[in-house]
Each structure stands twice: as structure tokens, then as C-alpha cells.
């Protein structure tokens, strides 16, 4: 299972950015996808997480309006769109995979528990 990030870089308060995960090695469509971030001196938080086939979805708080996720199954690919971005949103984010919960009942998980994990993106929201 293998998870690459791009998209990251700095951008003034109130940009925008679109972060892109590329998967390989394993069934993207069994999977949960998800976006999570880790701030200097945080622990890392789960931002926004995608169902693998039905497009349900999670936000944190913090991003809800903001941010939006999306998976394009055919290619492998997940994204995070990122607008109004705020000095907060600063962190590192990372990719992160986890097998579909067939006896799961519930709203979409975004835990950091999930078992595959890319390198990471830098985002940098200067004010």
C-alpha cells in the first residue's frame, strides 16, 4: 500500500490549495481515504476522511465549509480542496488509508488509527 501527497506549499490567509493523494498497491474502492494534518508541538487530527463507495463524508469542525474531499476511484486519487485558509490550518498532512469496516454501522471514521500512511505535505498559511 503505497500513498503519495502533492499539492502542498505557502500561501497568504484566505487562499486557496488543492492537496492530491495517488494510491497504489491495494483496492482503492475497499478503502476509507482520509486527510490528516499534524501542526508543530499538535497531535496529528483527522480532517476530513471519505467512504469508499458510497461519497459519505467527515469534517472536523474547524474545516466545515471550508474544505472539501473528494476520491476519484477510476485513477486511484483522493483530494482535498482547501479554501479561506487561515494561519491554523498550518501542518503538515498526510494521506492515510484504511480497509472499508463491512460490520460498521456509523458515521464515516477519521481516527489516526488508520493503517496506511503517506510522507506528508508541508502547508504553510502565512497572516
Known amino acids: 500500500e503505497q500513498l503519495v501527497e502533492s499539492g502542498g506549499g505557502l500561501v497568504q490567509a484566505g487562499g486557496s490549495l488543492r492537496l492530491s493523494c495517488a494510491a497504489s498497491g491495494f483496492t482503492f474502492d475497499d478503502y476509507y481515504i482520509g486527510w490528516f494534518r499534524q501542526a508543530p508541538g499538535k497531535e496529528r487530527e483527522g480532517v476530513s476522511c471519505i467512504s469508499s463507495s458510497d461519497g459519505r463524508t467527515y469534517y472536523t469542525d474547524s474545516v466545515k465549509g471550508r474544505f472539501t474531499i473528494s476520491r476519484d476511484n477510476a485513477n486511484n486519487m483522493v483530494y482535498l480542496q482547501m479554501n479561506s485558509l487561515k494561519p491554523e490550518d498550518t501542518a503538515v498532512y498526510y494521506c492515510?488509508?484504511?480497509?472499508?469496516?463491512?460490520?460498521?454501522?456509523?458515521?464515516?471514521?477519521?481516527?489516526?488509527?488508520?493503517?496506511?500512511w503517506g510522507q506528508g505535505t508541508q502547508v504553510t498559511v502565512s497572516s
Open positions: 492515510a488509508a484504511d480497509p472499508f469496516r463491512y460490520d460498521y454501522i456509523g458515521p464515516v471514521p477519521c481516527d489516526t488509527d488508520f493503517r496506511s
